[in-house]
């Protein structure tokens, strides 16, 4: 497993861009394959973008072409850019790692971090 904190939530208005972080710890973590997921009060977790091992990238639906995946190995890091914020975008945002054969399962990932706000007014 790997250490998992995020950052770069925060409060911004619709149409306007946030770019989350996600650091983590251990020698590994080019071998795992790393996801965002989110959840909004009352609703289930949910994915949102992947990022294999291999840099392959996936989205949600309502994630692609506005929200872009990244990773940097060498800094053991991964970002998650989105533009063109909603306000249904609204959730708690968090990181995730593992060695993942259903990208989109949140049960897949034995890592996670706490978690940041990200909130979109109207």
């Known amino acids: 497993q790997v250490q998992l904190a995020e950052s770069g939530g925060g409060l911004v208005q619709a149409g306007g861009s946030l770019r989350l972080s996600c650091a983590a710890s251990?020698?590994?973590?080019?071998?795992?394959?790393m996801a965002w997921f989110r959840q909004a009060p009352g609703k289930e977790r949910t994915f949102v973008a992947a990022i294999r091992s291999s840099g392959d990238t996936f989205y949600s639906d309502s994630a692609a072409g506005r929200f872009t995946i990244s990773r940097d190995n060498a800094k053991n890091t991964m970002a998650l850019q989105m533009n063109s914020l909603k306000p249904e975008d609204t959730a708690v945002y968090y990181c995730a790692a593992g060695s993942v054969a259903i990208l989109v399962t949140a049960r897949e990932y034995n890592s996670w971090g706490q978690g940041t706000q990200v909130t979109i007014s109207s």
């Open positions: 251990g020698r590994t973590f080019n071998n795992y394959d």
